[in-house]
């Protein structure tokens, strides 16, 4: 009876064999890895090595494809990541390394992945990736004995204007007071507002997490989204658990709200559990919409989907709450270190970034800060 294989999630079918050669680092043989499309490919591929391992002419640093060795990559480095970061880098080696796949680790020039680079252009984000991408496999390559050279260290990169991160617009803000909530939605805004907590920190957020006698919120669980599936974790560092000051434009609806669940969680999905992608997507959509309804935009209904047709908060998203929040502590006058404890050390270059751009707006000019503060809504 044939072997039976695993398909992989990019399509190959795998298997190992032990190398006659030992690696010094683990005193044990050697692994091989042999890819094949299709099984008979890689049936014939596991034939002619152990062929050549019997005669001894075969060596573990011999040449080999690059759309062999990112995978092997891939598997050994980043398979225990989390399923968003490894669906990043699959979609990277399956989709924008073409140029490459085809060619030896030791044949790859500095102008190959130049082209792949440049073919990129226009698409500043997936640039970066495929650098990074490809910088890490070189790298590894060279530590595993097939590579002296990383010819990626130093591409000629593209100038990218970078991407200005925005707060809430005044528009925005008095939107907000006026829009027609319900009392979920308006808890719901007001913790992004005054809170900054990311989507994966709002969906596992219960009452246990709240404590109204020293207006704390403390935040120590997330939620990683597989597809559409929630799955709990643990923050990605000891320094993402941490506690955040109820402020007092959220704490009287907090409080209200709280008190008038049935549930634990505080914005639950279908059967009282942690809200999919989907529902979040359709919580926050609901928002958007009562917000710029407020704010005298229009929207249509086409196909199940909502259409602006006069979108008065362009670009809004969760993020841009987060920026708010940040725009808030900075304006507040809290120290940077003190601010970076309440925002997440998981975003430290977020809030530095912040901080250094406010701070060049703002230019020390009380006036301006006055002037910030007078647009800014008190409760």
């Known amino acids: 009876m044939a072997k039976k294989y695993t398909k992989r999630a990019d399509g190959r079918y795998a298997t190992t064999i032990k190398a006659n050669e030992i690696d010094p680092k683990t005193e044990k043989r050697k692994t091989i890895y042999i890819y094949g499309r299709t099984i008979r490919e890689l049936e014939e591929k596991k034939a002619q090595i152990l062929e050549e391992l019997e005669k001894g002419i075969y060596t573990s640093s011999k040449d080999i494809l690059f759309s062999e060795y990112k995978w092997e990559w891939f598997e050994t480095y980043k398979t225990g990541r989390a399923y968003n970061t490894q669906e990043g880098y699959r979609n990277i080696l399956k989709n924008h390394l073409g140029c490459l796949d085809n060619l030896y680790l030791k044949a790859i020039r500095k102008s190959d992945v130049q082209k792949g680079y440049n073919l990129l252009r226009g698409k500043p984000d997936l640039q970066r990736r495929y650098r990074q991408t490809v910088n890490q496999i ?74 109204f006698s020293k207006r704390m919120i403390t935040v120590n669980k997330v939620v990683e989204f597989i597809g559409e599936k929630p799955n709990l974790k643990d923050p990605k560092t000891e320094a993402s658990e941490r506690k955040i000051p109820i402020l007092e434009p959220l704490f009287d609806t907090l409080k209200e709200y709280t008190h008038s669940l049935e549930t634990t969680l505080l914005f639950p999905g279908t059967n ?29 209904w086409k196909n199940g989907k909502t259409v602006f047709v006069d979108d008065r908060c362009k670009g809004l998203t969760s993020h841009v709450f987060r920026h708010e929040f940040a725009t808030i502590l900075y304006y507040s006058g809290l120290d940077l270190l003190d601010a970076i404890d309440i925002f997440g050390h998981a975003d430290v270059q977020v809030m530095l970034d912040i901080y250094v751009e406010l701070r060049k707006d703002s230019n020390d000019s009380r006036e301006k800060i006055d002037e910030y503060l007078k647009t800014y809504l008190t409760f």
Request: proline share 1%; aromatic share 10%.
């Open 272 to 300: 009282y559990t942690y809200m999919a992608k989907y529902q979040y997507r359709n919580l926050f959509m609901s928002v958007k919409r009562k917000i710029n309804l407020a704010a005298g935009g229009k929207h249509e």
């Open 138 to 211: 070189l790298k590894t390559a060279i530590d595993d004995g097939y590579l002296v050279v990383n010819v990626a260290a130093n591409l000629e990169l593209d100038i990218v204007k970078k991407k200005k991160r925005r707060a809430l617009t005044k528009v925005e803000r008095e939107a907000i007071q006026k829009a027609d909530f319900t009392l979920k939605e308006k808890c719901f805004v007001l913790l992004l507002q005054y809170t900054g907590m990311r989507r994966e920190e709002v969906v596992p957020l219960s009452r246990f997490n709240i404590d």
